[in-house]
């Protein structure tokens, strides 16, 4: 299961620069229309895992622009997911720069640098999305929060940044999910049963949440539950090493 959510909002830009007489700043103008329009593009090819296209379409939009926030996040998103990290670095760095106010720039950063283990500066980035009176999602940074601190093994508890996050939606799969994993690490089968079935009830299975089924069934001593979760896994998810580790 993917743990850290990275989130979109593509949206083109529609507060540009006014266009005047003078030729400069039409000029200026329309380059940075083009950039965002480019971005754009970039990003919904991005979405598509078509990364190629997003690569042309990203590039152009920092050649027409470089300081364009949007260009430069979702082309430090296409270097994340290509394994550049330096590269994702620097253009997660100039976005945020020149970012106004982005609430899903910040999660992702922060999915970004919790990726590659800045722990402290993670949950930073988390926070100011956040705090953002206009994050429509902020269920994604609580959750990416919670994963992040789970990961860094620093002690402190995450379970309040999930809860904070089924506060929010009660129906946010992932969070549901990490409750889960999280209840069955702490020795809590039938808490983390109650919160697969809530996950069941609104995501699709993935090897992941069938082996953790498999395990609190065993436990609980569901024996049929468990055999059929294992059935699921095996039926739907043969080549998963989920399903090779039984």
Known sequence: ???IIITFSIVLATALTSCTSGGTTNGRSKSSQAAEYNAKL??????KNRLTLAAEKLQKALSQNPYSE???HYYALLQQKLGNNSLALKHFKRAIKVSQRNPDLHNNYGSFLCS???YKQAIREFAIAVKDPFYKTPEFAYTNAGICIAKSNTGENPEAY???ALEINPKFSL???QMAKLSWKNGNPAKAQAFLF????VATQTPESLLLCKQVNEKLGETQQAEKCVS????HFPASKEANSL
């Open 116 to 118: 590659i283990k800045q």
């Open 42 to 47: 970039g990003a919904e090819y991005l979405r």
């Open 162 to 164: 999930f809860r904070k």
């Open 198 to 201: 809530r996950y069941n009830e």
């Open 232 to 235: 699921q896994l095996l039926t």
């Open 1 to 3: 299961m993917k743990t």
């Open 175 to 177: 969070a549901l999910y």
């Open 70 to 72: 949007s260009a430069n």
